[in-house]
């Protein structure tokens, strides 16, 4: 036999060339992200940067991308979609698809305004920064602008519960990855919901949870209660406030409670003797310095408050496993009964942990700070109360290790500003020495609103001169903490967590553009959406609503509600907002009747209908010097809050309108009345008796004007539109919105409203109507803003999914600039479509 060399006389083998996976990669304000979409807002840019780096050759289509560089930088002016095709060394194609939209939406300037509850770093990742708040979903910092990116706009008005954050966390081995615990209210319930992102909040997929959560319940600042175990991130561990400790395996896809803690699960009955606010385990903390190993973190901490410990029969305030969480052990706490709103570890395996008596927000004390090496507890600073003080510790940060371990320390229910008060402790020699570097330090803007609630402080990880603190109103930073005198910035930029009650538009070319009257802040006049408004009535307090006069729209009044006198007050502005004096007195019902439902309408300057929650409205004509009752039928009793909203006619301000809602889904149908006397009587309007109007919530329904016809009336009854052309006589329904039920009966209230609220503004160049009408609603089972420039023949959504703000309570249109509209989002503000 001849030998035959290696592969001699054998058969060719085909070669396979199989397309290479490509992975997209979006970079905005400086930040990557591994998603294949996004939203942009007008103007700005973005860098398209798929992956493999290397290996083969790149086209591009679309979106303005050209040329063979793999990172195309776009600035888009319109929605649009990119095509990434990656050629391989072999020769083989894949493609690879970007969908980029344009956001139409601007949030209108305040600045916070709400409750930060807490601020969470990567711990491996520089400036990748979350913020989670009470009411108004969580945010994403952008350090190239300086500004927060609101990450759950996307969140509809079925998922507006879920508006609240109660925790996140992060994986430290994949700074892309985002868990979040949401649901506004503990309760006896499952109702809680953990959403997922693998893009850093770029998109979320959502999982319902056994257990209820409290975003917008006391200590609220706890935590944080949700945490991944740095070695093991497919374990995560969640300290619930009413059913014990719980434990995912699966990347929080299913949860089992931590029963080796305890089985007991609070009921409701136990939730109301604390308050309604229950505690139960208050944060989870793991004792490693690895990550990535791949074997789950044995040593684990948890906090327990007094109240689940006592419904649970345990017997401390802080346990400890060390092998996973099979089993826990209870440890010997210095002071006992206290709640543990953080506990650290520091780079050196040292723990500090902070002690107060009080749950927050704003705890009061006394309050403790310890170091805890495992065995031994050292006290390193503490609180008492004194005749005048009752201050608390909240917030706690670390940075490095050892002797010289940077602490940062948060004091709460301290107010104000004045020397030598405690606001943020910063000790340089682990806790040895401390002092203050917030109280009387240069901030910007000048402020002594930064005190009072600073249940949150963050030392940055990649720079320890960088701390931040929340506070009842929003976030503040100092970059110099080694300084002698730190200056502070208020770090609020896009971060909008107001919770407006009420807007309202002038005519076109009045001197101001919007009022907003919210909820805590009182009620603002606009001159400049971008800039924070200066003009309000001031006092800190409810502003429900405000109206003006639509022939002299440089009378204001406005009505809300005053925590100093705890009843309802009134204001009035001459001169467009720059000057403001009090009613001289309050109608009947006014002092009591403040709620949120309280409403006013102005037909003229000096005159008005204030409508009271749960009260008779009344009249003036004499600009608040004497009140008169109105002949319109009381209110019953229906164990709900409500009120008459009342609206005048822009045309003919002899007519004024109110409607009574129902109050809600179990109260009479809807009525509609009418004042052909400036609103001073009023007849039922037989019409709206024969239309049927569903009975919903107040703040579920809507009347509006078209100001350029007089009589023109639109109506939202939280299920469907209706509109009068004679001043209420006959009505006509839309049957092109319907609400959306879900899995609830037709007789109770539904998942979604069909028709909530309702407004006009400036007409369409060449409308055949006199009014662009805007109604949020649901049409073919899909929510959203719409408007309608012919009357309702036709409607045009004009936001997107990624523009749902958590549902949308109030709305008002603009009256210079046809498709611009004002709306509320769920505790997110005001926004406005451009």
């Given at each position: 036999m001849v030998a035959l060399g290696a592969g001699a006389g054998l058969p060719a083998l085909a070669q396979t060339c199989e397309p290479t996976t490509i992975t997209p990669y979006i970079n905005i304000g400086g930040q990557w992200m591994q998603t294949a979409s996004a939203t942009l807002k007008a103007g700005q840019s973005a860098i398209l940067g798929p992956q493999p780096?290397?290996?083969?050759?790149?086209?591009?289509?679309?979106?303005?991308?050209?040329?063979?560089?793999?990172?195309?930088?776009?600035?888009?002016?319109?929605?649009?979609?990119a095509t990434a095709t990656y050629t391989n060394s072999c020769g083989a194609k894949s493609k690879q698809p970007f969908t980029i939209k344009l956001g139409a939406w601007s949030s209108v300037k305040w600045g916070g305004g709400g409750y930060v509850t807490g601020l969470v770093f990567h711990p491996k990742k520089r400036e990748v920064l979350y913020a989670r708040t009470d009411i108004g979903g969580a945010y994403r910092w952008n350090a190239a602008t300086s500004s927060w990116l609101a990450i759950t706009d996307g969140f509809g008005p079925a998922e507006s519960f879920h508006h609240g954050v109660e925790s996140i966390a992060l994986d430290p081995n994949n700074d892309q990855l985002v868990y979040m615990v949401t649901g506004l209210y503990n309760s006896a319930d499952a109702t809680a919901r953990l959403y997922i992102s693998s893009n850093r909040g770029a998109s979320w997929t959502s999982v319902n949870l056994p257990f209820s959560a409290g975003s917008n319940n006391g200590g609220r600042a706890i935590g944080e209660r949700l945490m991944v175990d740095p070695n093991r991130p497919s374990t995560l561990l969640y300290g619930s406030r009413t059913a014990g400790l719980w434990k995912s395996t699966d990347s929080g896809r299913n949860w089992a409670q931590v029963t080796a803690l305890s089985s007991a699960k609070m009921t409701a009955e136990q939730i109301n003797a604390v308050g309604g606010s229950a505690m139960g385990v208050e944060l989870v903390v793991y004792d490693t310095s690895t990550r990535g190993t791949g074997a789950a973190t044995q040593t684990i901490y948890a906090a327990v408050a007094p109240d689940?410990?006592?419904?649970?029969?345990?017997?401390?305030?802080?346990?400890?496993?060390?092998?996973?969480?099979?089993?826990?052990?209870?440890?010997?706490?210095?002071?006992?009964?206290?709640?543990?709103?953080?506990?650290?570890?520091?780079?050196?395996?040292?723990?500090?942990?902070?002690?107060?008596?009080?749950?927050?927000?704003?705890?009061?004390?006394?309050?403790?700070?310890?170091?805890?090496?495992?065995?031994?507890?050292?006290?390193?600073a503490s609180v008492d109360p004194t005749q005048w003080t009752s201050f608390g510790y909240g917030g706690l940060s670390v940075s490095g290790s050892g002797a010289t371990t940077r602490i940062a320390l948060g004091v709460t229910n301290s107010w104000g500003n004045w020397s030598g008060q405690p606001v943020v402790q910063l000790s340089d020699d682990a806790g040895r020495t401390w002092r203050e570097i917030a109280s009387t330090m240069p901030h910007t803007p000048p402020s002594d609103g930064f005190s009072g609630w600073i249940d949150d402080v963050e030392i940055d990880p990649f720079n320890r001169d960088r701390v931040l603190h929340v506070h009842g109103g929003g976030i503040w930073e100092?970059?110099?903490?080694?300084?002698?005198?730190?200056?502070?910035?208020?770090?609020?930029?896009?971060?909008?967590?107001t919770a407006t009650l009420g807007l309202a538009t002038p005519p076109a070319g009045a001197t101001y553009t919007l009022i907003d009257s919210a909820g805590d802040i009182g009620t603002w006049v606009y001159t400049d959406l971008t800039k924070k408004p200066t003009m309000s009535p001031g006092g800190w307090g409810n502003g429900n609503s405000a109206d003006m006069a639509w022939s002299d729209p440089q009378y204001i009044?406005?009505?809300?509600?005053?925590?100093?006198?705890?009843?309802?007050?009134?204001?009035?502005?001459?001169?467009?907002?720059?000057?403001?004096?009090?009613?001289?007195?309050?109608?009947?019902?006014?002092?009591?009747?403040?709620?949120?439902?309280?409403?006013?309408?102005?037909?003229?300057?000096?005159?008005?209908?204030?409508?009271p929650a749960n009260a008779v409205p009344s009249y003036t004509t004499n600009n608040g010097a004497s009140w008169v009752s109105t002949n319109l039928p009381a209110l019953a009793n229906i164990n709900a809050n409500r009120s008459y909203r009342m609206v005048a006619d822009r045309r003919n301000p002899n007519k004024v309108y109110a409607y009574d809602s129902g109050g809600a889904w179990w109260g009479s149908p809807g009525r509609v009345y009418v004042s052909t006397n400036g609103g001073q009587t009023f007849t039922l309007s037989q019409g709206s008796v024969a239309a049927g109007l569903r009975a919903n919530a107040f703040g579920s329904t809507s009347l509006a004007v078209n100001p350029n016809a007089e009589g023109d009336l639109w109506l939202a009854?939280?299920?469907?539109?209706?509109?009068?052309?004679?001043?209420?006589?006959?009505?006509?329904?839309?049957?092109?919105?319907?609400?959306?039920?879900?899995?609830?009966?037709?007789?109770?209230?539904?998942?979604?409203?069909?028709?909530?609220?309702?407004?006009?503004?400036?007409?369409?160049?060449?409308?055949?109507?006199?009014?662009?009408?805007?109604?949020?609603?649901?049409?073919?089972?899909?929510?959203?803003?719409?408007?309608?420039?012919?009357?309702?023949?036709?409607?045009?959504?004009?936001?997107?999914?990624?523009?749902?703000?958590?549902?949308?309570?109030?709305?008002?249109?603009?009256?210079?600039?046809?498709?611009?509209?004002?709306?509320?989002?769920?505790?997110?503000?005001?926004?406005?479509?451009?």
């Open positions: 780096a290397t290996g083969g050759t790149w086209s591009w289509s679309g979106c303005g991308t050209s040329g063979d560089s793999r990172e195309q930088t776009i600035q888009p002016t319109a929605s649009c979609k689940y410990a006592s419904v649970a029969g345990l017997t401390s305030n802080l346990y400890r496993s060390t092998n996973g969480g099979a089993s826990w052990s209870p440890l010997a706490t210095p002071v006992t009964g206290f709640h543990i709103p953080h506990m650290v570890r520091a780079a050196d395996g040292m723990f500090y942990v902070v002690f107060t008596q009080g749950a927050g927000p704003g705890a009061t004390g006394p309050g403790r700070l310890y170091k805890f090496d495992g065995t031994t507890w050292t006290l390193l100092t970059r110099d903490a080694s300084a002698a005198t730190p200056s502070w910035t208020e770090r609020v930029d896009n971060l909008e967590e009044a406005t009505v809300g509600y005053s925590p100093d006198t705890n009843s309802g007050r009134g204001h009035w502005s001459g001169d467009g907002g720059k000057t403001w004096a009090g009613f001289a007195t309050l109608p009947s019902g006014a002092a009591a009747g403040a709620g949120t439902e309280a409403n006013i309408a102005v037909t003229a300057r000096n005159r008005a209908i204030w409508a009854d939280g299920n469907t539109v209706y509109r009068s052309v004679d001043s209420g006589a006959t009505w006509a329904r839309f049957d092109n919105f319907a609400s959306l039920w879900g899995d609830r009966e037709p007789w109770q209230w539904p998942e979604v409203h069909g028709a909530s609220a309702v407004a006009l503004g400036k007409p369409a160049p060449g409308s055949s109507y006199s009014a662009a009408v805007y109604v949020v609603g649901a049409i073919n089972g899909v929510w959203g803003v719409y408007r309608s420039d012919d009357a309702g023949a036709s409607w045009t959504r004009i936001n997107d999914d990624a523009s749902r703000f958590g549902g949308i309570g109030m709305i008002a249109a603009d009256q210079n600039i046809h498709g611009r509209v004002y709306v509320s989002g769920s505790g997110r503000g005001v926004l406005y479509s451009n």
